[in-house]
């Protein structure tokens, strides 16, 4: 069974760091783009980053130069890095495996809640 596990989220205030985890299985890991969504309140769910296997990235405007997206392949774990978060950072974070094609299924996480607040 496809599994994707988050952790890593929390409170932490303006200006600080928190990284996310996401523990995917390997039957998807070697094959599947990995990312990052996030829902923040009252607002639609958006991409925040995603790698793909070969390790190219892509960013949402708002956290690039903030936030870093990174994969462990021996692990099956992707990762997102935020640095000086904001308080327009707080939402749900998801993480996201991206199919290769239409015959493939896509997988979410359960989704862990970063708030950023003083």
């Known amino acids: 069974q496809v599994q994707l596990v988050e952790s890593g989220g929390g409170l932490v205030q303006p200006g600080g760091s928190l990284r996310l985890s996401c523990a995917a299985s390997?039957?998807?890991?070697?094959?599947?783009?990995m990312g990052w969504y996030r829902q923040g309140p009252g607002k639609q769910r958006e991409l925040v980053a995603r790698i793909t296997i070969g390790g190219s990235t892509d960013y949402t405007d708002p956290v690039k130069g903030r936030f870093t997206i990174s994969r462990d392949n021996a692990k099956n774990t992707v990762y997102l890095q935020m640095n000086s978060l904001k308080p327009e950072d707080t939402a749900v974070y998801y993480c996201?495996?991206?199919?290769?094609?239409?015959?493939?299924?896509?997988?979410w996480g359960q989704g862990t809640q970063v708030t950023v607040s003083s």
């Open positions: 996201h495996a991206d199919p290769p094609g239409p015959l493939y299924v896509k997988y």
């Open positions: 390997r039957s998807i890991f070697s094959i599947y783009t």
